[in-house]
């Protein structure tokens, strides 16, 4: 079993929607999460870290569930220049695991 | 301009001709790492260093070395590069010593192994 896991994609959505991805990890001692996007093949860039209490940042909201060990971003209102792969990663104590990405394609 | 550099940033050479890919980063991060990536396996850690001196095993070591012995240099070595260390390469840096903040990421090197 991988240690990060990402739902599979591609996902494709109209603009406007909501579109949900899910992430879950092994290691139950894990602390520090985040979710990055990567455009092309480009240098991933953070979108937001995970905080336990959950978290918003206008129309991204991060959530963290312990007990089930698993992490979700969810984006409300899609827009077009939301298209590119969410990677999920666990930081453990310096050493990084990255999820595979999920892709979003947000059509107009 | 606060930034992460590597160097070069595409890159063909042929198998067991040693190479170094620079890396430096200007906001006096301590926090340095090394990733590859290839389709279907996403990003995965090579090597990362909390400090100068300091350095750890990521995911995939085998075949590379790293050195830091200055806080704003974090080179990447490959000995004798095979040509299944073809792949993109990005190096990135970090405030906290243990990488638990925003990593800050290059632009990226496109080593192809011939």
């Known amino acids: 079993r991988k240690e990060v896991e990402q739902d599979p994609g591609p996902f494709n959505v109209p603009e406007g929607a909501t579109v949900a991805f899910n992430c879950t990890y092994s290691?139950?001692?894990?602390?520090?999460f985040f979710w990055y996007r990567q455009d092309c093949r480009k240098e991933p860039k953070l979108l937001m870290s995970v905080y336990s209490s959950g978290n918003e940042d206008g129309r991204f909201t991060a959530q963290l569930n312990r007990a089930s060990q698993y992490i979700s971003l969810l984006i409300r209102d899609s827009k077009l220049s939301d298209s590119a792969t969410y990677l999920c990663v666990d930081n453990q104590g310096g050493k990084l695991i990255f999820g595979q990405g999920t892709e979003l394609s947000v059509k107009p | 301009e606060a930034q992460v550099t590597q160097n070069p940033r595409y890159l063909i050479t042929v198998t067991g001709k040693k190479l170094t890919v620079t890396c430096s980063q200007n906001?006096?991060?301590?926090?340095m790492s090394w990733y590859r990536q290839d389709p279907g396996l996403g990003l995965r850690q090579i090597y990362y260093s909390m400090n100068v001196e300091v350095t750890d095993k990521g995911d995939v070591p085998e075949g590379y070395k790293v050195s830091r012995k200055e806080k704003r240099n974090f080179p990447l070595i490959l000995e004798s590069p095979s040509p299944n260390q073809t792949s993109l390469y990005f190096c990135a840096s970090s405030p906290g010593a243990v990488g638990n903040q925003p990593q800050h990421f290059g632009d990226g090197t496109r080593l192809s192994i011939l």
């Open positions: 290691n139950s001692a894990s602390q520090s």
């Open positions: 906001m006096n991060h301590e926090y």
